[in-house]
């Protein structure tokens, strides 16, 4: 990447994030208390197993039809392992997708799920019965770009390299038609982010549930924007770091904008419910009779137990911050957990 840039001048931001994150996922497992970070299913088995629940429930007003589990990024495995084994005990075992790039994380994908299959992207997923689909902690990986208000307008900011260090630098083409109306006035120095990436593989999902009926939970932390805000990050030993050192050493995000994946959503035709927070939506679908009954059925764990469902429903912990979507066919049931 160093060689590109001073061969070639400064790149985009989303190519950086793409090529650092490439690295990144593909030589390690990234996740738990030794890794870099830890997300809602390696803290309790109770976020895959709900949300395998509430899939089944859907599937189950839509009148049972033949159906494929599919999974965006799915990490380890444990929430396709834990949705799968809660889907199992209602009577539905779909055939299971798993959409990765990570050689590294495919091994630990293949213990946990040893049925499923692999793709690259959704488009090898084939096109026959409803697709049950999963995306948590996917789409806040997934390259972003920004564009900063300066004296002369909206302008990209772009990652230029110094020998072998990295730094933001602003480039020179003017962005402000595409900035939104209402967001074109900010103070300058202000960001707003955009995620063409995200927005693409949310149009070809909704596309795909659309033709072929489903629906799909998509849980990351973010902010119904599009909104002014600088959210690109560093995580590395569940600290933040800088994220123009050591690229491809640590896992770079930013906050997924949602109200622009509804919206992508629903141009093409799709149904969209929420944002909620995670905390509401868990609480929904009924995460403290599920608490209460694992602890009944292993009392030494009990207080552990409650301190799982607080990280994951506490609005000081992941219960605001993260948010839900589901986007589902027209004529399909609304899913629980979005209020009525
Ligand atoms: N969903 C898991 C893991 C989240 S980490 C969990 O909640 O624990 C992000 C995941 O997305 C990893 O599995 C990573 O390898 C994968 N990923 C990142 N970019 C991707 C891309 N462009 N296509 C497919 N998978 C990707």
């Known amino acids: 990447m160093a060689r590109a840039i001073t061969l070639a001048g400064p790149i985009s931001l989303s190519q950086y994030m793409a090529a650092a994150n490439g690295h990144y996922y593909d030589t390690r497992d990234p996740l738990g208390a030794r890794g870099d970070f830890t997300t809602a299913p390696e803290v309790s088995q109770m976020f895959g197993e709900l949300i395998g629940l509430a899939l089944t429930d859907l599937w189950h007003r839509a009148g049972q039809p033949a159906a494929r589990y599919v999974e965006y990024g799915p990490g380890r495995g444990t929430l396709a392992a834990d949705a799968l084994r809660a889907m199992a005990t209602v009577g539905l075992a779909p055939p299971v997708h798993l959409i990765e790039t990570s050689g590294a994380l495919r091994e630990r994908q293949a213990a946990a799920v040893p049925s499923a299959e692999w793709h690259l992207e959704l488009m090898s997923v084939p096109e026959d019965g409803a697709l049950l689909v999963v995306a948590n902690e996917f789409f806040d990986a997934l390259p972003i770009r920004q564009l900063v208000k300066t004296q002369d307008g909206w302008r990209e900011r772009l990652v230029g390299c110094q020998d072998t260090l990295f730094l933001p630098v602003m480039g020179n083409t003017v962005f402000d038609p595409i900035v939104p109306?209402?967001?074109?006035?900010?103070?300058?120095?202000?960001?707003?982010?955009?995620?063409?990436?995200?927005?693409?593989?949310?149009?070809?999902?909704?596309?795909?549930?659309?033709?072929?009926?489903?629906?799909?939970?998509?849980?990351?932390?973010?902010?119904?924007?599009?909104?002014?805000?600088?959210?690109?990050?560093?995580?590395?030993?569940?600290?933040?770091?800088?994220?123009?050192?050591?690229?491809?050493?640590?896992?770079?995000?930013?906050?997924?904008?949602?109200?622009?994946?509804?919206?992508?959503?629903?141009?093409?035709?799709?149904?969209?419910?929420?944002?909620?927070?995670?905390?509401?939506?868990?609480?929904?679908?009924?995460?403290?009779?599920?608490?209460?009954?694992?602890?009944?059925?292993?009392?030494?764990?009990?207080?552990?137990?409650?301190?799982?469902?607080?990280r994951l429903t506490g609005a000081d912990q992941m219960g605001t911050l993260f948010k839900v979507i589901a986007v589902t066919a027209p004529g399909w049931p609304a899913p629980e957990g979005f209020g009525s």
């Open 181 to 310: 109306p209402q967001l074109r006035d900010a103070p300058d120095g202000s960001v707003l982010e955009t995620s063409p990436a995200s927005v693409a593989v949310m149009r070809t999902l909704a596309r795909r549930i659309v033709a072929q009926g489903g629906a799909a939970i998509v849980v990351d932390y973010g902010y119904d924007g599009p909104a002014i805000g600088d959210t690109f990050q560093a995580v590395r030993g569940h600290a933040f770091a800088n994220p123009f050192e050591n690229p491809g050493e640590h896992d770079l995000t930013a906050h997924v904008d949602f109200g622009t994946l509804a919206e992508a959503a629903r141009a093409e035709g799709a149904v969209v419910h929420g944002p909620v927070g995670q905390g509401a939506f868990l609480e929904a679908l009924g995460i403290g009779s599920r608490a209460a009954a694992l602890a009944a059925a292993a009392p030494e764990r009990a207080a552990s137990i409650e301190v799982d469902r607080a």
